[in-house]
């Protein structure tokens, strides 16, 4: 991603990332690129607030986002009950949420969706539960202050 900004502009994002306790920017090319990314990915939470937790932020969220959506067409637009929706589920070949929550491959036969997938995929609550709760365990790894831990004396 490249990002054009003005000079003014940069001596704000340098300033902003000093004020939140990241290392200097300046000090290295690959610094500088993660350093700002931490600084956008918090200036865009602190923006959106409420609604960036409900939204989506890794590969697991959005698998289970995309299933949701897929659950919500078919029994609400499509009509279909919630043991078709199952069957309709299994027959399509996607993965039941379990698998895509645990990041495990199922077998054949644990490929089958059941009622209670579908009821736990259309109570919109549980699902932005879910999903927030996967944003948080990944920004914690990717939201920090880089800042290196003091090293140990040596004996």
């Known amino acids: 991603v490249v990002c054009h900004l003005d000079p003014y502009t940069l001596k704000l994002l340098n300033d902003y ?3 939140l306790g990241y ?3 300046s000090e290295s090319r690959a610094r500088k690129a993660k350093t700002y990314s931490q600084a ?3 200036l865009i939470l602190e923006k959106l607030g409420k609604k960036a937790q409900d939204m989506p932020k890794t590969r697991k969220g959005l698998e289970l986002f995309r299933l949701r ?3 919500k067409e078919i029994t609400e637009n499509g009509g279909m009950t919630d043991e078709a929706a199952a069957k309709h589920m299994t027959d399509r ?3 039941p949420p379990k698998f895509v929550l645990n990041n495990t491959k199922p077998t054949r036969s644990e490929r089958v ?3 209670e997938d579908i009821t736990h995929l259309k109570d ?3 699902v932005k539960s879910k999903i927030k709760n996967l944003n948080q365990k990944n920004m914690r790894g990717l939201v920090s202050t880089n800042k290196k831990k003091p090293s140990k004396p040596k004996s």
Do not use: F, R, S, Y
């Open 124 to 126: 919109i609550e549980k």
């Open 23 to 25: 290392n200097d920017p």
């Open 69 to 71: 959506a897929i659950v």
């Open 113 to 115: 969706w059941t009622v």
């Open 93 to 95: 070949g996607h993965l």
């Open 17 to 19: 990332c000093l004020t």
């Open 40 to 42: 956008l990915t918090q």
